[in-house]
């Protein structure tokens, strides 16, 4: 039995022991992966994973040079009326809820306002950088920012990370004005999914071709913002969290995981909807992983 195979069977026992609500699960370590299904193989709400992908779209554009994590809002998107402090919010603040704006919004929730964007930025600032706050509102402000440049930033990043993993038309769940949610409401499949998990793992490489540096991967889940929570939501990186144990992930609503365990150059990728006990998947992913070899070292690809 292969690695991930044998990864993936102590999963698929232990989430069947514990009778969670689960979609689907693929595990790739090295070039070795292997999947199982509970259910049929649809495109899902990826909830707050969607966020990762944000974070990719930045990081491509900040290769592109259109974009800096220092640019702000007031900046980019000098239409709006600003909150007290609120001019200095930068897109690394937004990306890493620590804009210290007071809005704690979510894409579940209805959006009363002509424009999402302007309701959070005219609210004061406690001091950007200094108080952590996660709201869908950041990512989507961010996104706002990006489409400032790049226009609809669904449609921006099919040539540069979609087609190129084979997702074809993927939809993305929009405001009242047409943008896309950002922090939510992005719909993948399972194996979809596991191909953006491959690209974090693989430190921004595709079969052979860099999509996005390899040091925006790194700068990701570099350095944490301490939320002031416990664990499992204790430190929060750039769209990503820290854990659990050594891996870090992206982390959605009821259950959607992406788990890197760059130990065992392993990715872990989960759809579900486990609406009591969503994080034992991923303590389960992580366990099932603690059989498997750790990875040798390996030599950076050209390009890098």
Same mark, same amino acid.
Do not use: N
């Given at each position: 039995m292969s690695d991930a195979s044998s990864v993936l069977h102590r999963f698929v026992d232990a989430v069947n022991a514990e !009778?969670?609500?689960?979609?689907?699960?693929?595990?790739?370590?090295?070039?070795?992966?292997?999947?199982?299904r509970w259910r049929s193989d649809d495109r899902e709400n990826i909830y707050s994973? /969607?966020?990762?992908?944000?974070?990719?779209?930045?990081?491509?554009?900040?290769?592109?040079?259109?974009? /800096?994590?220092?640019?702000?809002?007031?900046?980019?998107l000098p239409a709006l009326s600003f909150g007290p402090g609120a001019d200095a919010v930068t897109l690394q603040n937004l990306l890493t809820m620590s804009s210290g704006i007071d809005f704690a919004?979510?894409?579940?929730?209805?959006?009363?306002?002509?424009?999402?964007? +302007?309701e959070m930025m005219?609210?004061?600032?406690?001091?950007?950088?200094?108080?952590? !706050?996660? /709201?869908d509102a950041s990512t989507y402000v961010a996104m706002r920012m990006l489409a400032s440049v790049v226009g609809d930033v669904r449609d921006w990043l099919l040539p540069r990370l979609f087609d190129p993993l084979s997702i074809h038309n993927p939809q993305w769940h929009r405001c009242p004005r047409g943008h896309i949610m950002a922090g939510s409401g992005l719909e993948l499949r399972t194996g979809e999914l596991a191909r953006i998990?491959?690209?974090?793992?693989?430190?921004?490489?595709?079969?052979?071709? +860099?999509?996005?540096? /390899?040091?925006?991967?790194?700068?990701?889940?570099?350095?944490?913002?301490?939320?002031?929570?416990?664990?499992?939501f204790a430190r929060y990186?750039?769209?990503?969290?820290?854990?659990?144990g050594d891996c870090w992930r992206l982390d959605g609503r009821y259950g959607q995981y992406v788990i890197i365990d760059e130990t065992r150059n392993a990715v872990v990728t989960i759809t579900a909807h486990e609406e009591h006990r969503d994080h034992r998947l991923?303590?389960?992913?992580?366990?099932?992983?603690?059989?498997?070899p750790t990875a040798p070292a390996l030599a950076a690809p050209a390009g890098r």
């Open positions: !009778q969670l609500g689960i979609y689907g699960v693929h595990v790739s370590i090295g070039d070795d992966e292997a999947q199982h994973v /969607s966020k990762g992908v944000c974070a990719l779209a930045t990081g491509m554009a900040i290769g592109e040079g259109l974009i /800096s994590l220092d640019s702000t809002a007031k900046e980019l919004w979510f894409a579940d929730e209805p959006v009363p306002w002509p424009d999402l964007a +302007q005219r609210r004061p600032s406690r001091g950007p950088g200094t108080v952590f !706050q996660y /709201s998990g491959r690209v974090l793992r693989d430190g921004g490489r595709w079969e052979g071709r +860099q999509l996005v540096d /390899s040091a925006w991967i790194a700068r990701m889940h570099g350095t944490w913002v301490e939320t002031g929570g416990g664990a499992p990186g750039m769209t990503v969290w820290e854990g659990p991923a303590e389960l992913a992580v366990e099932a992983l603690s059989g498997a």
